[in-house]
């Protein structure tokens, strides 16, 4: 690749200064949801500042001062306001030998694909690449969307969330698990699957499916009749 010039400059799209200024803004608004510390607090408010000149770079007519005082009062306890389903991203991925990649949770013990909390400033299928490197140090490609799950109707999440789930192709990598997150990593076969294995009943078929090319539609759980009566069993 050749190197550049001195001279040269490289321009930075409107569309990533907001990206960057949001991932900032949501990183120092999540901090600041969270922490006890008024010296943490104090670090997540400068950066919600440098976020808010990112933007006003992006938006001139936007003054920093008000988008930091925007921002400033959104952070509470949790989100104030309308109460919504937080969002999760999973990927499905195998080795040569049709095995899936499963990880052992470090907080229950329970096994599932390797999932996260999806992020600000990221696609979802972003969100996929990002969790099976930061939870088992392989890196993928996502293929295709298998699965849309309401997190309640699943059955193993008392948080209101929807789960989408991506069919991943293995590119490399190291399997390791992450000190934090994980007991154990590694590929499983079907018939050897490790237990307790969370909401199986609802994934394993979809997964293998996806791993032996089984050529089907994007799975979602289909509406109650009438939605707003149903029972989470449905």
Excluded at 55 to 69: C, M, P, V
Excluded at 112 to 121: K, S
Excluded at 135 to 152: H, N, Q, R, S
Aim: hydrophobic share 45%.
């Amino acid at each position: 690749m050749p190197s550049r010039e001195p001279h040269e400059q490289h321009w930075v799209s409107a569309s990533d200064l907001m990206r960057w200024a949001e991932t900032l803004s949501g990183i120092a608004r999540t901090g600041m949801g969270f922490t006890k510390s008024l010296y943490e607090r104090e670090r997540f408010e400068e950066v919600l500042k440098v976020a808010a000149d990112i933007r006003h770079l992006a938006l001139e007519e936007a003054e920093a001062d008000i988008l930091f005082e925007e921002w400033l009062s959104s952070v509470g306890d949790g989100v104030a306001g309308y109460v919504t389903p937080k969002t999760a991203v999973a990927a499905v991925v195998a080795n040569d030998a049709g095995e899936i990649l499963l990880t052992q949770r470090a907080d229950s013990g329970w096994w599932l694909y390797p999932v996260g909390w999806a992020d600000v400033g990221y696609s979802p299928s972003e969100v996929a690449v990002k969790e099976v490197f930061e939870e088992t140090g392989l890196e993928v490609e996502p293929v295709k969307l298998i699965a849309v799950f309401d997190g309640l109707r699943l059955g193993f999440s008392h948080v209101p969330m929807y789960s989408m789930i991506f069919y991943c192709r293995l590119l490399g990598g190291t399997l390791k698990g992450h000190p934090l997150e994980t007991r154990t990593v590694g590929f499983y076969p079907r018939h050897a699957l490790p237990m307790p294995l969370a909401g199986a009943n609802r994934w394993v078929e979809l997964a293998f499916d996806a791993i032996d090319g089984v050529d089907r539609p994007c799975f979602y759980d289909v509406p109650r009749t009438p939605a707003w009566r149903g029972t989470l069993d449905d």
